[in-house]
Every structure is written in C-alpha cells, then in structure tokens.
C-alpha cells in the first residue's frame, strides 16, 4: 500500500527461499533502520498431514537512500505434524528505477540460503511494474512481477548423490490488481505461476494458485496484512488452501 506507509511487504515476493505468499505491492523504506515485518502462514489445507506446512518469517529493512533499501530476513518452517524443519536466511536489496504518478519500476536482488542444514543457496534477481490509475494507489491498479531464481543441484536433484552439479533456472510470475476500498483499506487479487527447468522438476509448469488479500492501516506506523490462498491443483494433486497473517511495522524516524 505504497500511499500509507515508507514500505511494504518485501518478503512477500523475495520468498527466503521457502513458500511465504502474500499479494502486496513493494516500495523503498525511508532512510534508516524503518521496518520490521513478521508473518505466520499455514499452507497445504485439506491435504494429508505431512504435506501441510506452517512457516514463520521475519524481515528487518533499512533504507539506505529515498530510492535505495536493504533488508535481512529469516524463516523457520515446519510440517503439518511438526515432525520435521528448516530455516533460511536471506538478505538483499531493492530499488526504484522509474516513479511517476502512474507508474514505477522496482529492481530487486536477492541472495538466501535454505534447505537441510541450509545447504541450498539461490540468487533472485526480480523486478516488479505497477500501473496506477491513480497517484498513491488512492483507486486502483494492477503490478506484474518477474522473478528469476538460479541455484545449484546435483544432476537427478538428489543432493547426497554424487555426480557433477548442475545449474537449475525458473521464472516466476505474479500479475495482480488491487481495489483501495477506503482510506487505509486494500483489496488484492494475485495469480502466481512458475516455469522450471526440466531436469528441476518432473513438471516444468507450476500453475501455482490464486490469493485474495485484505490489507488494513491500524495506526500510523502498523499495517495489517491477511490473506487466503486457494492453489490450484496439478496433475495428479487435489486442491489446498492456505492462510497468512502479517504485521508491518515502520519506526519512527527511520529508527
């Protein structure tokens, strides 16, 4: 909601490595320590136990220039049973490109370790269109997201296997619009798919799935983010869905 707060919600394209969704748009934070995010998701609803997940993030941004921001992120993410889990870690930086009244261009570039024992590390560069109808997203408008992820496996994906690496690519993709309903109130509406290389998946299309997003200002300095996610099921798989609950905080004074 970039009429209402310096930033928001970095983490939910710049993925730390694991499954965090949240429809959003982004934007820089003002110079300084200026944001700290926490979100606690649950995914996989209406699937078997142990193909549930339930993850929890959190992601300190600091705005180095009015067009410039870094950020540091960590997750924890557990199964269904909370039988099993891992952690990632993450840290980047993304900026503005283009700003006008009815559009804006932000680059972002990621780097994450994730996996067991955070033996998987990942380079995403992205980029992110938003068009305006109206300066300050005061109406409505629509984004489209790009991301590209690289790392590294062995070739058949087993990691403990030995064999020569290989280097693994997907795109990823998320169009969205958003309705400002009332000030300090947003309605968001996002699709998300992905294209894998063929020797990363045994399907090279993800179809991904669809989140509807209700995002509220609480006070000058705390916004609101929920979600529910509907993914849409591939072959051989049923359908899921999947809640988020977030907080944005952004101190005072650019901490």
């Not at 730390?16 to 429809?23: E, K, P, Q, S, Y």
């Not at 889990?85 to 009815?102: N, Q």
């Not at 992905?194 to 000058?220: C, P, Q, R």
């Amino acid at each position: 909601m970039k009429s209402r707060l310096p930033g928001t919600a970095v983490i939910i394209f710049l993925v730390l490595a694991v499954d965090t969704r949240a429809a959003d748009t982004v934007e820089t934070w003002a110079v300084g320590a200026s944001d700290v995010e926490f979100y606690l998701s649950a995914e996989g609803l209406g699937r078997a136990l142990d193909e549930r997940r339930l993850q929890s993030s959190l992601l300190a941004g600091y705005g180095l220039t009015e067009r410039l921001s870094a950020f540091l992120g960590m997750a924890a993410r557990g199964d269904g049973a909370l039988a099993s889990a891992e952690a990632s870690l993450s840290l980047g930086l993304f900026g503005t490109l283009v700003e006008s009244a009815h559009f804006d261009l932000d680059l972002f570039l990621e780097a994450s370790v994730g996996g067991p024992a955070l033996s998987r590390f990942q380079l995403l560069p992205a980029l992110e269109i938003n068009l305006d109808h109206h300066p300050g997203q005061q109406t409505c408008g629509a984004y489209l997201r790009l991301g590209l992820p690289v790392h590294g496996q062995r070739r058949g994906g087993d990691p403990a296997a030995p064999g020569e690496h290989q280097t693994v690519y997907a795109l990823l993709l998320n169009p969205g619009i958003y309705v400002t309903v009332a000030a300090g109130h947003q309605l968001l509406l996002e699709y998300d798919m992905s294209f894998h290389s063929a020797e990363a998946d045994e399907h090279s299309l993800d179809i991904g799935g669809v989140a509807l997003g209700y995002n509220v200002v609480l006070t000058e300095r705390l916004e609101l983010i929920t979600q529910l996610y509907l993914d849409i099921p591939g072959t051989g798989e049923g359908w899921a869905a999947g809640v988020l609950v977030g907080l944005i905080a952004t101190l005072p004074a650019g901490g």
